[in-house]
Nanobody, 127 residues
Framework: QVQLVESGGGLVQAGGSLRLSCAASGGTFSRCAMGWFRQAPGKEREFVAAISWSGSNTQYVDSVKGRFTISRDNSKNSMYLQMSNLIPEDTAVYYC????????????????????WGQGTQVTVSS
């Protein structure tokens, strides 16, 4: 089973950009479907983006389409979330998650589908 560590969060002004990273160790990262989720204060955790283990399939929540890009580098056991044109509503703790997947194009958008979670990284967008 992989272990996950997020990094790259911080404080940014509205309109700015951040790149989150998720580093995996142990397990077989290259055969895991991966996802990014976020949880704002007082709100439930929500799906942000997902990517298949081949990288060929991605999906985004409507609110981030055109602003966020999910990617992965299996040779570096890492996944990324490039966030641009950030808005205050993007403020949350961002978590990466992993799930071993049988198909190279499989993705998962429900948090209960994932086996492993990172500790989270805080993203704060000021207006």
């Amino acid at each position: 089973q992989v272990q996950l560590v997020e990094s790259g969060g911080g404080l940014v002004q509205a309109g700015g950009s951040l790149r989150l990273s998720c580093a995996a160790s142990g397990g077989t990262f290259s055969r895991c479907a991966m996802g990014w989720f976020r949880q704002a204060p007082g709100k439930e955790r929500e799906f942000v983006a997902a990517i298949s283990w081949s990288g060929s399939n991605t999906q985004y929540v409507d609110s981030v389409k055109g602003r966020f890009t999910i990617s992965r580098d299996n040779s570096k056991n890492s996944m990324y979330l490039q966030m641009s044109n950030l808005i205050p509503e993007d403020t949350a703790v961002y978590y990466c998650a992993a799930k071993p997947a049988g198909g190279s194009s499989w993705i998962f958008v429900q948090d209960r589908s994932y086996n492993t979670w990172g500790q989270g990284t805080q993203v704060t967008v000021s207006s």
